[in-house]
C-alpha cells in the first residue's frame, strides 16, 4: 500500500516472489498487535472514563416503615417496597459466610470484577443462553443498587466498570452490607432484614446458621423458592442449594464438619402469611402511630413511610385483639341488623393507658379497618355522661369535702337563677338526703350538680383538667357540667381515670416510644408525670369507685378473678324527651391498666342515633358498658399478677359528716347512705356550704324547704326518706327549657338543643 508514491505498509511484500509476497513479515504482524493493544487501551480507558457512578436506584434508597408494638410484635408496615437496611454489624457473621459460601466464596480476596465470569456472563446473555452465575458479590450489588436487570453487552460493560470504581471508594465491608440490604429473596422482600422476617419471622439478628444458609440459597431462584412449601421438586433443590451452602462453608474453613452434621433445615414461616382479625385491627394502630410520630418527630408521612424508619410503640397486639375478640362476643355477635334496625349503626370504641406512665395499650377504634379508617378511641369525641361525675367528686374533695356528706337527692334540680331549667334523676326518681358516696354509686344527678353548684363549676373543670380532659372556658359555666356535657374521647378519659389509679400523678397518653432508621435513634419518648392531684384526694377517689362497682351502677365490670377494679358508668341522652340513649360509657381501672369503654349509635353519614333495644337488650353503662369492660379486661390482665390497690388507709376517727338533707340532721341507720354505700372518709374538716338554693317543688309530692344560710341543711331539698333500694338500671329523662337535659342513673346528660358529641371536622361524633 503506498501512498504519494511511498509505501507506508509493505503488503503485499514488494520484491517477493510468488507465496512470499503474501506472508506478513514479523514487523507487520509485531506492529498490527501493538496497534490493537494500543487501540484496545485506549478504547477501554475511554469506556472507563465514559462510565459514572449513577445515583442508586430509587428502590434502593426508598425503603418501607415498620410499627411494632412494645414486644417487638410486627403491627404493620407502609411503603414503596418491603425492604430496610441493617448495618453489617447486626448479621452474624455466620450468616454473612452463608452469603460469601453461596456466591463469592473468595470474596475478601479478589478483585471487583471476574473477568472469566463476566466474558461467560456476557457470551451467554448476547448469545441468548441460560443466565449463569460468575459475578461477584461486587458486581450484584452494583447490579441490585444502581442498574437493572437487563440482560445486554452495555449492561454488563458498565457493572464491571461501576464495580471498579465503587471498590476504590467503599471498602470490602460496606460493599458486603449495601449487597446483603438490596438482594432481593422472594416473598416481596428485599434485604436480608426483610428476609429473615418473611421466611422466620424474626429480625435478622436472630437467625441461625441454618437460617442463614436459607436465605443464602434462596438468592439464586428466589421467585421459584417461594412455592417450596407446596412444591416438592422446589422444596427437594431448595434443600439440595442449602447443603451446598453449608459444604461451602466447611470448606471455606467457617463450619466444622461436626457441625456441618450438626444442622437441620430450618422450619420456614407460613406463606402467604394466614389471615387473621389483626389484618382488620393492626392498621388502626399503624396509622395511630404515624399520626404521632409526624407530630413528635417533624417527619412527613412521606419521610416516614420511604426513609426505612422503624416505629417502636407502646401497643400490646395481644392486648388489641381481646378488645376485639371482647367486642365480637358481646356486641358484634348479638346484633341482628335484619331483624333490628337500629343494630345496623352501633359502633364501639376501646382505650387502654397503663396509670404512672401514659403508655396505650389499646386503641379499638372499629371492627374493621379497611370498612372504617376512622379510629373513633382516639380521633373522635363524646359526651362521657355521668362516668364525668368522678371529677366533680375529686374537686369536692379537694375543697375539704367528705363522702359521707348529705345532699339532697330529690328530683328534680332548678338550676339557680334558672327557674325554666329543670335536671331530674333517672326516671324523675327522688332519693331523699343521701350521702355522695351513694349518690356515686346510684349515679344520682341531682346531688352532683348542687355539690357543683356549691363550690363552684370552676373547681369540677380545674380537676378534670388536672387529670387530663379539656374543658373550654364556655362549657366550665354550665350548671350540667358535672354529668359531662363536655366531649372527650376513650384515649383521654382512659388517660385521665389513670390519673387516680396512679394515686394522682398525671401522664398524657402517649403512643410513640422511640422512632429508629437504619440503627439510629432519632427520636425516644421523654416522659413528664405531674403530681395532679395528693396522693391522699386520689386514693380518696379510688376508693370510692371501688364502692361503684362493689354496690353500685358498675357491679357488671368486676373481673372473675376478683382483682381490685375502680370504675363509673355513664350514658348520654340525644336531643329530645330524654328517652333516647345516645351512648354508654364503662371507665375503669385495675391498679396497672386504666380503660374506657363507649359504646353509641351513628349512621353512615354520622348523624348520632339512639341504641335503645339494640341487640334486643336494655342499655345503659352499667347495663351495656360495664360487661364489654369486663369480658375484655379479664383477658387483657390474664396470666398477670393480681395486684389489689394500694391505698393510703382511712381516718379510724371519721369528723362528723355534713348534712344537706332539709331535715338539718345526718342520715339515720336506714338511710340510702348505710344501705348501699362504704363509708370512707379521709378528709379532717367537712366543707362548708354555701348559701342555699331553693330546688322546688319534687315530682314525688313532697314540700320543699330551705334553711338559712350556715345550716347545714339542704338547698331546698325536699324532705322525706329515701327509698330502700333504689333503682341503678336504665336511663331516661325529661328534656329541659332553656338549659340541658340530664338523667340517669347510669348517668345520662346532653346539652340543650344540639348533638351530644362531636370528634369529625363537621362536629358530630365519628
Given at each position: 500500500m503506498a501512498?504519494?508514491?511511498?509505501?507506508?505498509?509493505?503488503?503485499p511484500?514488494?520484491?517477493?516472489p510468488?507465496?512470499?509476497?503474501?506472508?506478513?513479515?514479523?514487523?507487520?504482524?509485531?506492529?498490527?498487535?501493538l496497534?490493537?493493544?494500543?487501540?484496545?487501551?485506549?478504547?477501554?480507558?475511554?469506556?472507563?472514563?465514559?462510565?459514572?457512578?449513577p445515583?442508586?436506584?430509587?428502590?434502593?434508597?426508598?425503603?418501607?416503615?415498620?410499627v411494632?408494638?412494645?414486644?417487638?410484635?410486627?403491627?404493620?408496615?407502609?411503603?414503596?417496597?418491603?425492604?430496610?437496611?441493617?448495618?453489617?454489624?447486626?448479621?452474624?457473621?455466620?450468616?454473612?459466610?452463608?452469603?460469601?459460601?453461596?456466591?463469592?466464596?473468595?470474596y475478601?480476596?479478589?478483585?471487583?470484577?471476574?473477568?472469566?465470569?463476566?466474558?461467560?456472563?456476557?457470551?451467554?446473555?448476547?448469545?441468548?443462553?441460560?443466565?449463569?452465575?460468575?459475578?461477584?458479590?461486587?458486581?450484584?450489588?452494583?447490579?441490585?443498587?444502581?442498574?437493572?436487570?437487563?440482560?445486554?453487552l452495555s449492561?454488563?460493560?458498565?457493572?464491571?466498570?461501576i464495580?471498579m470504581?465503587?471498590?476504590d471508594k467503599?471498602?470490602?465491608?460496606?460493599?458486603?452490607?449495601?449487597?446483603?440490604?438490596?438482594?432481593?429473596?422472594?416473598?416481596?422482600?428485599?434485604?436480608?432484614?426483610?428476609?429473615?422476617?418473611?421466611?422466620?419471622?424474626?429480625?435478622?439478628?436472630?437467625?441461625?446458621?441454618?437460617?442463614?444458609?436459607?436465605?443464602?440459597?434462596?438468592?439464586?431462584?428466589?421467585?421459584?423458592?417461594?412455592?417450596?412449601?407446596?412444591?416438592?421438586?422446589?422444596?427437594?433443590?431448595?434443600?439440595?442449594?442449602?447443603?451446598?451452602?453449608?459444604?461451602?462453608?466447611?470448606?471455606?474453613?467457617?463450619?466444622?464438619?461436626?457441625?456441618?452434621?450438626?444442622?437441620q433445615?430450618?422450619?420456614l414461616?407460613?406463606?402467604?402469611?394466614?389471615?387473621?382479625?389483626s389484618?382488620?385491627?393492626?392498621?388502626?394502630?399503624?396509622?395511630?402511630?404515624?399520626?404521632?410520630?409526624?407530630?413528635?418527630?417533624?417527619?412527613?408521612?412521606?419521610?416516614?413511610?420511604?426513609?426505612?424508619?422503624?416505629?417502636?410503640?407502646?401497643?400490646?397486639?395481644?392486648?388489641?385483639?381481646?378488645?376485639?375478640?371482647?367486642?365480637?362476643?358481646?356486641?358484634?355477635?348479638?346484633?341482628?341488623?335484619?331483624?333490628?334496625?337500629?343494630?345496623?349503626?352501633?359502633h364501639?370504641?376501646?382505650?387502654?393507658?397503663?396509670?404512672?406512665d401514659?403508655?396505650?395499650?389499646?386503641?379499638?377504634?372499629?371492627?374493621?379497618?379497611?370498612?372504617?379508617?376512622?379510629?373513633?378511641?382516639w380521633?373522635?369525641?363524646?359526651?362521657?355522661?355521668?362516668?364525668?361525675?368522678?371529677?366533680?367528686?375529686?374537686?369536692?374533695?379537694?375543697?375539704?369535702g367528705?363522702?359521707?356528706?348529705?345532699?339532697?337527692?330529690?328530683?328534680?334540680?332548678?338550676?339557680?337563677?334558672?327557674?325554666?331549667?329543670?335536671?331530674?334523676?333517672?326516671?324523675?326518681?327522688?332519693?331523699g338526703?343521701?350521702?355522695?358516696?351513694?349518690?356515686?354509686?346510684?349515679?344520682?344527678?341531682?346531688?352532683?350538680?348542687?355539690?357543683?353548684?356549691?363550690?363552684?363549676?370552676?373547681?369540677?373543670?380545674?380537676?378534670?383538667?388536672?387529670?387530663?380532659?379539656?374543658?373550654?372556658?364556655?362549657?366550665?359555666?354550665?350548671p350540667?357540667?358535672?354529668?359531662?356535657?363536655?366531649?372527650?374521647?376513650?384515649?383521654?378519659?382512659a388517660?385521665?381515670?389513670?390519673?387516680?389509679?396512679?394515686?394522682?400523678?398525671q401522664a398524657?397518653?402517649y403512643?410513640?416510644?422511640?422512632?429508629?432508621q437504619?440503627g439510629?435513634?432519632?427520636?425516644?419518648?421523654?416522659?413528664?408525670?405531674?403530681?395532679?392531684?395528693?396522693?391522699?384526694?386520689?386514693?380518696?377517689?379510688?376508693?370510692?369507685?371501688?364502692?361503684?362497682?362493689?354496690?353500685?351502677?358498675?357491679?357488671?365490670?368486676?373481673?372473675?378473678?376478683?382483682?381490685?377494679?375502680?370504675?363509673k358508668t355513664?350514658?348520654?341522652?340525644?336531643?329530645?324527651?330524654g328517652?333516647?340513649?345516645?351512648?354508654?360509657?364503662?371507665?375503669?381501672?385495675?391498679?396497672?391498666?386504666?380503660?374506657?369503654?363507649?359504646v353509641?349509635?351513628?349512621?353512615?353519614?354520622g348523624t348520632?342515633?339512639?341504641?335503645?333495644?339494640?341487640?334486643?337488650?336494655?342499655?345503659?353503662?352499667?347495663?351495656?358498658?360495664?360487661?364489654l369492660?369486663?369480658?375484655?379486661?379479664?383477658?387483657?390482665?390474664?396470666?398477670?399478677?393480681?395486684?389489689?390497690?394500694?391505698?393510703?388507709?382511712?381516718?379510724?376517727?371519721?369528723?362528723?359528716s355534713?348534712?344537706?338533707?332539709?331535715?338539718?340532721?345526718?342520715?339515720?341507720?336506714?338511710?340510702?347512705?348505710?344501705?348501699?354505700?362504704?363509708?370512707?372518709?379521709?378528709?379532717?374538716?367537712?366543707?362548708?356550704?354555701?348559701?342555699?338554693?331553693?330546688?322546688?317543688?319534687?315530682?314525688?309530692?313532697?314540700?320543699?324547704?330551705s334553711q338559712?344560710?350556715?345550716?347545714?341543711?339542704s338547698?331546698?331539698?325536699?324532705?322525706?326518706?329515701?327509698?330502700?333500694?333504689?333503682?341503678s338500671s336504665?336511663?331516661t329523662g325529661?328534656?329541659?327549657s332553656?338549659?340541658?337535659?340530664?338523667?340517669?342513673?347510669?348517668?345520662?346528660s346532653?346539652?340543650?338543643g344540639?348533638p351530644?358529641?362531636?370528634?369529625?371536622?363537621?362536629?358530630?361524633?365519628?
Amino acid at each position: 500500500m503506498a501512498l504519494g508514491g511511498n509505501q507506508i505498509i509493505d503488503y503485499p511484500r514488494a520484491g517477493k516472489p510468488g507465496l512470499k509476497r503474501w506472508i506478513p513479515s514479523l514487523r507487520l504482524v509485531g506492529s498490527l498487535i501493538l496497534t490493537f493493544v494500543v487501540l484496545l487501551t485506549g478504547g477501554a480507558w475511554a469506556v472507563y472514563a465514559s462510565v459514572q457512578i449513577p445515583p442508586m436506584n430509587e428502590s434502593v434508597t426508598q425503603q418501607h416503615l415498620t410499627v411494632v408494638d412494645a414486644k417487638g410484635v410486627v403491627l404493620g408496615r407502609r411503603g414503596p417496597e418491603i425492604r430496610q437496611d441493617v448495618p453489617l454489624s447486626q448479621v452474624a457473621a455466620a450468616v454473612q459466610n452463608a452469603f460469601l459460601s453461596a456466591e463469592d466464596r473468595d470474596y475478601w480476596s479478589e478483585s471487583a470484577i471476574s473477568l472469566t465470569g463476566t466474558a461467560r456472563a456476557v457470551v451467554n446473555d448476547v448469545g441468548g443462553g441460560d443466565t449463569q452465575g460468575g459475578s461477584t458479590i461486587t458486581q450484584q450489588y452494583v447490579k441490585n443498587a444502581y442498574l437493572t436487570d437487563e440482560r445486554s453487552l452495555s449492561r454488563k460493560i458498565k457493572e464491571a466498570v461501576i464495580a471498579m470504581k465503587i471498590s476504590d471508594k467503599q471498602s470490602k465491608a460496606e460493599i458486603l452490607q449495601g449487597y446483603l440490604n438490596t438482594v432481593y429473596f422472594g416473598r416481596g422482600a428485599s434485604g436480608v432484614q426483610m428476609a429473615a422476617r418473611a421466611w422466620f419471622g424474626k429480625d435478622v439478628d436472630r437467625l441461625s446458621t441454618a437460617e442463614g444458609a436459607v436465605l443464602a440459597a434462596l438468592v439464586n431462584a428466589p421467585s421459584y423458592f417461594e412455592t417450596a412449601q407446596k412444591d416438592p421438586q422446589a422444596m427437594a433443590k431448595l434443600k439440595g442449594r442449602w447443603n451446598y451452602v453449608l459444604d461451602g462453608m466447611v470448606a471455606m474453613g467457617k463450619l466444622t464438619e461436626a457441625e456441618r452434621d450438626a444442622e437441620q433445615f430450618p422450619t420456614l414461616a407460613p406463606w402467604p402469611r394466614p389471615s387473621s382479625e389483626s389484618d382488620a385491627q393492626y392498621p388502626y394502630l399503624v396509622e395511630a402511630a404515624i399520626a404521632e410520630a409526624q407530630a413528635k418527630t417533624g417527619l412527613t408521612r412521606e419521610q416516614l413511610v420511604t426513609g426505612g424508619y422503624t416505629i417502636k410503640t407502646t401497643f400490646d397486639a395481644k392486648m388489641q385483639d381481646a378488645a376485639a375478640a371482647a367486642v365480637k362476643s358481646q356486641i358484634t355477635d348479638q346484633l341482628d341488623p335484619a331483624k333490628r334496625d337500629v343494630d345496623k349503626y352501633v359502633h364501639t370504641a376501646i382505650a387502654t393507658v397503663v396509670p404512672g406512665d401514659g403508655a396505650v395499650r389499646v386503641l379499638y377504634g372499629g371492627d374493621d379497618y379497611a370498612k372504617q379508617s376512622f379510629n373513633a378511641s382516639w380521633q373522635g369525641t363524646l359526651s362521657p355522661g355521668s362516668s364525668f361525675k368522678t371529677f366533680a367528686l375529686a374537686a369536692y374533695l379537694q375543697a375539704g369535702g367528705s363522702v359521707d356528706d348529705v345532699f339532697d337527692g330529690n328530683s328534680p334540680y332548678r338550676v339557680p337563677g334558672r327557674d325554666n331549667t329543670v335536671i331530674p334523676n333517672e326516671g324523675g326518681r327522688s332519693y331523699g338526703g343521701v350521702s355522695v358516696q351513694y349518690a356515686l354509686n346510684r349515679s344520682i344527678n341531682t346531688v352532683f350538680l348542687e355539690m357543683g353548684q356549691q363550690m363552684g363549676m370552676s373547681k369540677v373543670a380545674d380537676a378534670a383538667r388536672a387529670a387530663g380532659i379539656q374543658v373550654d372556658a364556655a362549657q366550665q359555666d354550665l350548671p350540667s357540667l358535672p354529668l359531662g356535657v363536655t366531649s372527650t374521647s376513650p384515649e383521654q378519659l382512659a388517660g385521665a381515670y389513670a390519673t387516680f389509679a396512679a394515686h394522682g400523678r398525671q401522664a398524657t397518653p402517649y403512643t410513640v416510644t422511640s422512632v429508629v432508621q437504619g440503627g439510629k435513634t432519632v427520636y425516644t419518648h421523654q416522659g413528664r408525670v405531674k403530681q395532679a392531684f395528693t396522693p391522699d384526694i386520689a386514693d380518696q377517689v379510688t376508693r370510692s369507685l371501688q364502692d361503684v362497682v362493689v354496690d353500685g351502677s358498675g357491679a357488671g365490670a368486676a373481673l372473675s378473678d376478683g382483682r381490685d377494679v375502680a370504675g363509673k358508668t355513664g350514658t348520654t341522652d340525644l336531643p329530645g324527651d330524654g328517652t333516647k340513649l345516645g351512648s354508654a360509657w364503662f371507665v375503669g381501672y385495675t391498679p396497672g391498666l386504666s380503660t374506657a369503654v363507649a359504646v353509641w349509635g351513628q349512621t353512615d353519614s354520622g348523624t348520632l342515633t339512639a341504641i335503645n333495644g339494640m341487640a334486643g337488650r336494655t342499655v345503659g353503662g352499667g347495663a351495656l358498658a360495664a360487661p364489654l369492660w369486663s369480658a375484655y379486661m379479664d383477658k387483657a390482665v390474664a396470666g398477670t399478677a393480681v395486684r389489689s390497690f394500694s391505698l393510703a388507709a382511712p381516718s379510724t376517727n371519721p369528723p362528723e359528716s355534713t348534712s344537706r338533707s332539709s331535715s338539718g340532721s345526718t342520715p339515720s341507720e336506714s338511710s340510702p347512705s348505710d344501705q348501699g354505700t362504704t363509708q370512707n372518709p379521709s378528709q379532717g374538716q367537712a366543707w362548708s356550704p354555701s348559701a342555699p338554693q331553693p330546688t322546688g317543688p319534687s315530682p314525688s309530692g313532697g314540700a320543699t324547704s330551705s334553711q338559712p344560710s350556715g345550716t347545714a341543711g339542704s338547698t331546698g331539698a325536699t324532705s322525706g326518706s329515701a327509698p330502700g333500694s333504689p333503682s341503678s338500671s336504665g336511663a331516661t329523662g325529661g328534656s329541659t327549657s332553656g338549659g340541658s337535659s340530664t338523667n340517669g342513673s347510669s348517668g345520662t346528660s346532653s346539652p340543650s338543643g344540639g348533638p351530644v358529641s362531636n370528634g369529625s371536622s363537621s362536629g358530630s361524633h365519628r
